[in-house]
């Protein structure tokens, strides 16, 4: 899943107008690649253009996607070791309280 949405709904919702848009932009160069052959090279241009761009892209989800586990696994440990830490200081204190 790419993010935190409002509803389980809006994921498919999102796939279907990725769907969409991709279809209409592939019925369009056909379109282009068509009626006019003078545009071909700039058609297979911009479809390179738009691979790289897509390639590059889901590169930096993988990458920020493994970067933000990393953080949190750190996180989640430091939280276990704080949350270890506090539980040892009341314990100590109930026992203190205890002992008056």
């Not at 090279?41 to 691979?51: E, G, K, N, Q």
């Amino acid at each position: 899943m790419d993010g935190v949405y409002a509803s389980p709904g809006s994921f498919e919702m999102r796939t279907f107008f990725k769907v969409v848009v991709w279809i209409a932009a592939l019925f369009f160069g056909l379109f282009v690649w068509n009626v006019f052959p003078d545009f071909r090279p700039l058609v297979s241009s911009i479809l390179a253009a738009a691979f790289v761009c897509y390639a590059l892209s889901v590169i930096v989800e993988v990458t920020v996607k493994r970067v933000m586990s990393d953080e949190q696994l750190e996180l989640h440990s430091r939280l276990e070791m704080l949350d270890r830490k506090v539980t040892a200081i009341l314990r100590d204190a109930l026992e203190q309280r205890r002992l008056r």
